[in-house]
């Protein structure tokens, strides 16, 4: 064989070899992506469900709130409410005028 074409198979080979370790690191990183992905992907699924849970507690939260001020404003309106304010202000009314 003549020196070129000892070069020609030589470059050949070469190639084979690299193209073999190219399809490697691809794949090798096609798999190291899609793992990064899945755990990306669990992580938004739990963030979205402490999400979710916070929601939750803050509406529950709210609706406490709602029914305590309910409550309290039927508190205010009632006859012991108003009587017991009443007794309240005297005392202080006197303690303003000494």
């Given at each position: 064989m003549?020196?070129?074409?000892e070069g020609y198979v030589r470059l050949e080979?070469?190639?084979r070899v690299s193209r073999r370790w190219?399809?490697?690191?691809?794949?090798?990183?096609?798999?190291?992506?899609?793992k990064d992905l899945r755990?990306?992907?669990g992580?938004?699924?739990?963030?979205e469900r402490r999400t979710e849970e916070a929601r939750?507690?803050?509406?529950?939260?709210?609706q406490r709130a709602t029914r305590a001020e309910r409550e309290l404003a039927e508190l205010r309106q009632s006859a012991t409410w108003?009587?017991?304010?009443?007794?309240l202000a005297v005392p202080s009314?006197?303690?303003?005028r000494s």
């Open positions: 003549s020196e070129s074409s080979q070469e190639l190219g399809q490697r690191a691809v794949k090798e990183m096609h798999a190291v992506m899609l755990a990306a992907e992580r938004a699924r739990r963030a939750k507690r803050a509406k529950r939260a709210e108003r009587a017991g304010r009443a007794l009314r006197l303690k303003r």
